[in-house]
């Protein structure tokens, strides 16, 4: 998609306060996607033992299944630009409100484990979609002088959907007995936890019918008076439009289209800070910050905490990543990218350590020793409000910083599915090697985040408080 950073002419500046609520309103409808990312993303957590129990599988086989629907997302991610440039924002968000419920309702009824791997795949497009097509638009219609706290709001959508789904599966487990295969509503506890995102993929849907096209993909198709009028709704009546289209215009025709052959070059293929944003992009994967999300109520049953304790646990983890997150949007344009990371990386160990310092030992009656059962619990959420407040946030204001104008967007790209197959390499891998020695796999994570303080010490630059060409 083409990128978004014309500069505003200064009667753009602000917006008539009376229009603000309105450009409120289509900002937090937009990214409902964002929350649909987030909820589609954890919601496995509640079926995943139930999954493993009703089609009797092995660990490595429910891995594949669970983190099949990042294949989705990679691809959802690299087409949605495109489909966007070609069919309109409002469009593209529709499709993906269409496959978020499809899959809802798929993964609720699958018929044999195939099946449901293959609606996981479908909703991950979906999520792929949401995660390229919700920042965008809401950058095109964000007055400039709102578009930071405007665009903030994907970021926030998406940590409250993951929160969110932690608690309505708490809530259906408890209502089910405690059992996640427990009759609920005619079926079992798990497929009612998949099923349930019906309600916000459809209202996603809905509130798609009620919010603008982006004035900028209208201006591309030669659509310029139905732009104005979407300009005056979103910046007040105190601008020339004629001037803004022209100022639109310009900029989209002076964008340079990178490519992948821009990144080429330096002695190991690509460019050092296109692998600078990949190692950044691994980074906060192999840190294991997924397995929070998509594992957490295995986990804890795995060390003796029964189901409904463990889905709580799951909720908590998720509010305190939304704290994380929040205190990360305070601060990142404070104290500066990089200070923020190496905060979150040292935070990272210190509960990742404590975490395969309490795994080491071994179960008494199928539980772990009361002592360590608590500091496994509290590493945790130590460990998930480190990353929430740092590199959660913090990777993606670099990817979008760092890259020097000509090569920003495809550099972005190659960074993002690095990303995208980083998540799938710690989630697929998990179940086996927690199989195989717990603790040993929270070692490797520790090791990880300590890896990465070095690496951000002498390759990451700041790019705090500089302008996007000052980039080299």
Known sequence: MASTSQAPSPGAR???????????????????GGFLF???????????????DRYDVGSAVLAQVIAIALIGCAIGAATAGRIADRIGRIRCMQIAAVLFTVSAVGSALPFALWDLAMWRVIGGFAIGMASVIGPAYIAEVSPPAYRGRLGSFQQAAIVIGIAVSQLVNWGLLNAAGGD??????????WQVMLGV???PAVLYGLLSFAIPESPRFLISVGKHERAKKI?????GKDVDFDARVTEIEHAMHSEEKSSFKDLLGGSFFFKPIVWIGIGLSVFQQFVGINVAFYYSSTLWQSVGVNPADSFFYSFTTSIINIIGTVIAMIFVDRVGRKPLALIGSVGMV???????WAFSFDLVDGKLPATQGWVALIAAHVFVLFFALSWGVVVWVFLGEMFPNRIRAAALGVAASAQWIANWAITASFPSLADWN???????YTIFAALSIPFVLKFVKETKGKALEEMG
Do not use: K, W
């Not at 602000?14 to 409902?32: C, N, R, S």
């Open 14 to 32: 602000t917006a008539h306060p009376d229009h603000l609520g309105h450009v409120i309103f289509i900002a937090a409808a937009a990214a409902m």
């Open 38 to 52: 987030g909820y589609d993303s954890s919601v496995i957590n509640g079926a995943v033992e139930a999954i493993r």
């Open 180 to 189: 996640q295969r427990g009759e609920l509503m005619g079926l079992e506890a």
């Open 197 to 199: 995102m019906v309600i």
């Open 231 to 235: 300009l005056e709704e979103v910046e």
């Open 350 to 356: 210190i509960g990742l350590a404590l975490e395969a």
């Open 438 to 444: 717990l603790s040993g796999t929270y070692v490797i």
